[in-house]
């Protein structure tokens, strides 16, 4: 079947491209406004695809292994959809945001509760840390989301912000079963060993699903940045500085796991799901949450390529390599 091992050969080179095609997918929706608009439309799919590949990804002894000695995973968790919440929601305030930009904040408050990306474990296996972690961190994180969420935008966000838990409980619940489902079927069907042979096709449908995200979410923040590049560059600082404190913070929290796990945590956090809580949230969004939420894309598909070769500095410089047994992740090069 030569065009099936074209595909293959085609998606392995893509996934061997990983944090730079992530990269260039947000400036092709920015260039290509049609494009963006088009793809906006499937952006849901997209998401599911990833998870699904997540899923399929990682071995399933390794996700195993992290629920079967729990404490970092609730640890890394708790960390996410608590502790930093509450610290970055009470930073804002102290700042004064809620009188300075009511719509601004609640754009921070949105993202403060979001759980990570759903990306998040296919953003880790294309740098070469612990998938498997972020992973288990990231179901676990959606599992609270309908408990957390709620409690937290009461205390801190308005009744414009009011979030329906059982709606967003059926909604992850749907995400979740069905990915993992489509994972299994796929496992069953084609066997552990034809996924282990095929991981970089894997990274590269991966990387196809996340470039269709990343786009659709750029429809209009290219209008918006020729009618107010004052207040995109803005937004843009503000987000690529709130990304790196989580990422640093995360690290510094996390050190005692290894830097493999750490930094792979450390993305998960500074890449929250603003998506999901925009879809939640009941009544009108205001139109700079809306920018804010986009703008937020910025630092999830451009950081992972400009601090990859960071990464691996660091993680070999400990001797931890890649972690590949532990993780069940074989890290993809760029080059």
Not at 3 to 17: D, E, P, S, V
Not at 32 to 41: S, Y
Not at 229 to 256: E, K, Q, S
């Amino acid at each position: 079947m030569p065009i099936f091992h074209a595909c293959l050969a085609g998606l392995a080179w893509l996934g061997r491209q990983g944090t730079r095609a992530l990269a260039l997918s947000v400036f092709v929706g920015i260039a290509l406004p049609p494009l963006a608009a088009l793809f906006k439309h499937v952006f849901v799919e997209a998401l599911l695809c990833l998870l699904a590949l997540a899923f399929l990804r990682v071995e399933p002894a390794s996700l195993r292994g992290q629920f079967r000695r729990p404490g970092l995973v609730i640890a890394a968790s708790l960390w996410t959809m608590v502790a930093v919440p509450l610290v970055m929601c009470g930073a804002v305030i102290l700042l004064g945001l809620p009188q300075a930009s009511p719509a601004l904040y609640l754009a921070l408050v949105l993202q403060a509760v979001a759980p990570p990306v759903i990306g998040s474990p296919a953003l880790a296996a294309l740098m070469g840390l612990d998938a498997a972690l972020s992973l288990a961190t990231l179901i676990v994180s959606m599992a609270v989301t309908p408990v957390t969420v709620p409690i937290l935008i009461a205390l801190f966000a308005d009744a414009s912000a009011e979030v329906s838990a059982l709606a967003l409980a059926a909604r992850l619940i749907g995400m979740l079963g069905g990915a993992w489902l489509a994972a299994y079927l796929i496992r069953a069907w084609m066997g552990q060993a034809f996924i282990d042979r095929n991981r970089e096709p894997i990274d590269g449908l991966s990387v196809v699903a996340l470039f269709v995200f990343a786009i659709g979410l750029m429809d209009g923040v290219g209008a918006n940045i020729l009618a107010r590049p004052a207040l995109v560059a803005t937004l843009t600082v503000t987000v690529f500085a709130l990304t790196a404190i989580l990422i640093v913070a995360t690290c510094l929290v996390m050190r005692r796991a290894g830097r493999s796990a750490a930094l792979a945590l450390g993305l998960a956090v500074g890449s929250r799901n603003m998506g999901l809580m925009v879809a939640a949230a009941g009544g009108a969004i205001p139109e700079l949450t809306w920018l804010y939420f986009a703008v937020a894309q910025f630092p999830i598909y451009t950081l992972p390529h400009l601090l990859k070769p960071l990464v691996h500095r660091w993680t070999s410089g400990a001797g931890e390599g890649l972690r590949k047994a532990d993780a069940g992740v074989r890290g993809s090069a760029d080059e």
